[in-house]
């Protein structure tokens, strides 16, 4: 599913909480990432970003060792006059590290 500032509350409906973070792709040039998820029972998803405006990747563990999702944050309103689109939001994702990646974007993809 595609989602947009028009419906990305909806991915909190998704339940993703305790999926393991697999991997993390950034392709730099092209302003695109892919996150890597599997479920506790073996499914795998990825959250796919392209032209994303901002990442963030925090690896500092405060809390101990972890690498499973343990919340999402959704913020639609970010100071937009920053960017070229007035369509952006946040998605943070909260790792049980206590580690966070935040993503400001216009679009992502759940597959």
Known sequence: MIYTIDNIEEIKDIYLHDYESLNINIDYIN??????????EGIEKKIKVNQFYFLSVDRFEPWGEGFYINSFEINKDILNNQFSSNNIFSLEILINSGDK????????LLE
């Open 31 to 40: 302003k695109s990432m892919v996150l890597a998820l599997k479920s506790p």
């Open 101 to 108: 990646i935040l993503i400001y974007s216009e679009r992502l």
